[in-house]
C-alpha cells in the first residue's frame, strides 16, 4: 500500500519560512495528486492546498495563497510544501495526502492516504 511520510516541521519565528517534505513508497507515486492540509488544536482540519499528478496545476486556499508553494518531483516520490511569511495563527500540525479522484480535491474525505503530520510552530 501506499505510504507517506512527512518531514520539515519545527519551530520558527513570525516571518520565517519552512518547506515540508513528504515522501512516498509503495506505489507509484505520480498516478496520485497530492493535498496538504493542517489541523490546529481545537479546530477542524483545514485544507491547505493541491497539486497535480504532474505537478503543472496548483490549487491554494485563499488565506495561503502567495504565501506557500506547493511542488513535487516525481523522481523522488516527494511533495513539498514552502512556506514563507509564517504567521502565529499557521501554527498546526501539517498533513499531506494522497488521492486517485479526478481533478483538484479540497475536501479531506475524498483522500485515501494520509501521513502521520509534521508539527509548525510559529512564534510571535
Known sequence: QLQLVESG???VQAGGSLRLSCTASGRIFSTYRMGWFRQAPGKEREFVGHISRSGDITDYADFVKGRFTISRDNAKNTVYLQMNSL???DTAVYYCA???RVGIVRQGNDY???GQGTQVTVSS
Do not use: D, K
Open 9 to 11: 516541521g519545527g519551530l
Open 87 to 89: 504567521q502565529p495563527e
Open 98 to 100: 494522497a488521492t486517485l
Open 112 to 114: 485515501a492516504v494520509w
